[in-house]
Nanobody
Framework: QVQLVESGGGLVQPGGSLRLSCLVS????????MAWYRQAPGNQREWVAT???????DYINSVKGRFAVSRDNAKNTVYLQLNTLQPEDTAVYYC??????????WGQGTQVTVSS
């Protein structure tokens, strides 16, 4: 059974940084393009960043130059470095496979709150 466990969120002031982690159990993530998503209150879940099996990355325009996705296949973990955080980055952050037709069961996510 596949399980996703996101961690690393918290309350941070505007301009601050956080590093999110997503530990995957039950599957070898080296075979999959992985992605980070977020859901702000009242909004639908949106895609934020992707890292492919060859470590190519892509980002939603609003986070380009501020966020960085990485992976450690040996640890079966995907990371998201969040820099220069802004209030509009406030959301619950999730990771999953990029492929929307074959995604793993969603984890609980990790809350990121950006506020002064």
């Amino acid at each position: 059974q596949v399980q996703l466990v996101e961690s690393g969120g918290g309350l941070v002031q505007p301009g601050g940084s956080l590093r999110l982690s997503c530990l995957v159990s039950g599957r070898d993530i080296s075979m999959y393009a992985m992605a980070w998503y977020r859901q702000a209150p009242g909004n639908q879940r949106e895609w934020v960043a992707t890292i492919t099996t060859s470590d190519s990355t892509d980002y939603i325009n609003s986070v380009k130059g501020r966020f960085a996705v990485s992976r450690d296949n040996a640890k079966n973990t995907v990371y998201l470095q969040l820099n220069t955080l802004q209030p509009e980055d406030t959301a619950v952050y999730y990771c999953n496979r990029l492929d929307s037709f074959f995604q793993f069961p969603w984890g609980q996510g990790t809350q990121v709150t950006v506020s002064s």
